[in-house]
């Protein structure tokens, strides 16, 4: 008797290990299907990144390393370092055209025909982010812009953008042979770019300077009044060229209207 009861409590004792075993493979399979998605969602972004990388190193190396040198690390006289400049600068200076430079000047003009499409672009924008970091466009862009302020957005613009692009946008002359482009016809993420990388004579507009909100609602007021073809002086716009044409139209009409008053009183005197 003794003996058969030694060998039922072995038995449960082997039983009782056996359901400890089974129950933890089953929470560390329960564990392992939740997260395993998650894990393998991160590989297959990261390994897309990695693919991105790669491709924008290719046409790194064949189009832009004979200025901006090995690893972006640039060349005196040539093209400046692109190490901490990030993929914002990048996509906005090869989607606008202005990158690969035809040639050395005061400026680096914006063309119709880019050279490179714009996943291109974002292939360099990729590498370049991937050697040295930078600035980027948040990826909320749309409903910023689509949740911005455009009267906030008219203050802003005419006491940061107003003295270099114009009033109306219609842009203007710089120093050196150099001038801030017209804005029309440009893309939200265009403007945020430009503003958040300084691009040629251009100040940097920082998040610390402008937060995202305040950079969606400039963007907001440029769509509206210069790609929305409106007139912020009223229902004359002569010409969109701000207070030159305005000054002189005064003056014109002004003198004219003297004049004219002038006349009549020497003639009914």
Not at 6 to 17: D, S
């Amino acid at each position: 008797m003794a003996a058969s009861a030694k060998r039922r409590r072995g038995w449960r004792k082997r039983l009782g290990a056996l359901a400890r075993f089974t129950g933890a493979l089953v929470i560390v399979g329960g564990i392992y299907s939740v997260f395993s998605p998650s894990l393998y969602a991160q590989e297959a972004e990261d390994n897309a990144i990695d693919s991105e990388v790669v491709k924008g190193q290719e046409l790194y190396d064949t189009s832009c390393i004979s200025c901006h040198g090995d690893d972006g690390e640039g060349i005196e006289g040539r093209g400046p370092s692109l190490i901490g400049v990030g993929s914002a600068a990048v996509e906005f200076q090869v989607n606008t055209g202005r990158m690969p430079m035809a040639a050395q000047g005061a400026q680096a003009p914006d063309s119709d025909y880019p050279v490179f499409t714009e996943e291109e672009a974002e292939w360099l924008g990729a590498y370049i982010e991937y050697l040295g970091g930078g600035s980027a466009v948040p990826d909320d862009l749309e409903a910023l812009v689509e949740n911005s302020d455009v009267a906030e957005g008219g203050e802003l613009y005419r006491v940061n953008c107003s003295s270099c692009h114009g009033y109306a946008g219609g842009g203007g002359a710089l120093s050196s042979g150099a001038h801030a482009p017209a804005l029309t016809g440009v893309s939200d993420e265009e403007i945020y770019q430009a503003m958040l990388t300084g691009p040629q004579n251009m100040p940097v507009f920082a998040d610390n300077e402008l937060t995202p909100e305040q950079k969606a609602d400039i963007i907001a007021y440029v769509q509206y009044v210069v790609n929305g073809d409106k007139d912020p002086g009223g229902v004359f716009s002569l010409g969109r060229y701000g207070p030159s044409t305005e000054g002189l139209a005064i003056f014109l009409v002004g003198m004219t209207a003297l004049l004219l008053t002038t006349l009549w009183i020497a003639g009914k005197s």
